[in-house]
């Protein structure tokens, strides 16, 4: 029963090199490095004009495709999000990601975390409209298991919340949380996202946490002109950057590199890469060489 956990499945035969990590470096952000890519947005753009224009109830903007681009490079390279608990190396079940959605729609409003499995998604379209049905989840005002459970804990006194979590974490250690626990809680997951540009701020170094089984902070900037972009007109170019940070006990650096390489080449090129413009069945549309300007993000997130 030990160790064997619902969200992951023992490594066997790791280098000894690796296997002493999780012993050298027993926390997340002590084991933290940092990468940082900047992607052009020529062919991005245009993509994103394209399916605004053929698909007005399925908005998208950077922030989806660079979503999705790390979960293709994510299932290219499963072991980049591989997870170390009770100082053992896991593989994980899956590809989920988590997010953090606006409960209202206005400024100053509070946010909640969602988190979702994107390794299903059969394509490009389903991911966006799985986002969206997320979205209009916490927009409804349904408390989420995780708000529920945060909401009891905070009934106790300071010293029985640290028990409970103290036996959380001990519990986790041994593969023994329950697996309805692990799959509705965010902080369980391959990667937590920032989307910086729906606050107009750039990427940041964000740390990881050291709950949960997060081995990858993704941060994703506002884009911006490129140095030699005119300001406006059909030859204006942008760019974006994003920023990661990375739980090294869990792979080399030179597979998370490929990760983030992989995730550039799909960001820079959807179509390129295999992201298919799709369009509705009940409104068809031919698509043309016109552009229209990108649609603001239908979910909102922040870090």
């Not at 753009?45 to 109830?57: G, I, L, T």
């Not at 990601?97 to 729609?105: D, I, M, P, Q």
């Not at 799985?130 to 106790?156: C, H, N, P, W, Y």
């Amino acid at each position: 029963m030990w160790w064997r956990r619902s969200d992951g499945v023992l490594v066997r035969n790791v280098p000894a090199a690796r296997r002493v990590m999780p012993y050298l470096m027993r926390g997340r952000n002590e084991s933290a490095v940092y990468f940082e890519t900047d992607c052009d947005l020529q062919k991005t753009d245009a993509f994103v004009r394209a399916w605004n224009e053929a698909n007005p109830r399925r908005q998208v903007d950077v922030f989806h495709l660079a979503v999705w681009a790390l979960g293709d490079a994510l299932r290219r390279n499963p072991s980049a999000h591989r997870f170390v608990k009770g100082g053992r190396l896991y593989d994980r079940k899956g590809v989920w990601f988590s997010y953090v959605v606006k409960t209202k729609l206005e400024t100053g409003a509070p946010f909640v975390a969602v988190k979702r499995r994107f390794d299903l998604d059969e394509t490009f379209g389903d991911m966006v409209e799985g986002m969206q049905a997320e979205q209009a989840k916490v927009l409804s005002g349904e408390l989420s298991t995780v708000d529920r459970e945060v909401g009891l804990l905070m009934i106790f006194p300071g010293f029985v919340r640290r028990f409970l979590m103290a036996c959380v974490r001990g519990f986790d250690n041994l593969g023994m949380l329950p697996r309805s626990y692990i799959e509705k809680d965010p902080m369980y997951t391959s990667a937590f996202f920032a989307n910086m540009a729906s606050f107009g701020m750039p990427a940041v170094y964000h740390h990881l946490y050291e709950y949960g089984t997060a081995v990858i902070f993704a941060s994703v900037g506002r884009p911006t002109l490129t140095s030699d972009s005119p300001r406006s007109g059909p030859d204006r170019r942008r760019e974006v950057q994003l920023k990661f940070t990375y739980d090294e006990r869990s792979e080399d650096g030179l597979v998370a590199w490929f990760t983030i390489r992989r995730l550039k080449q799909v960001l820079e090129d959807p179509e390129g890469f295999g992201v298919a413009l799709e369009y509705p069945a009940d409104n068809p549309v031919e698509r043309s060489g016109s552009s229209t300007a990108p649609v603001a993000a239908t979910v909102d997130l922040s870090s």
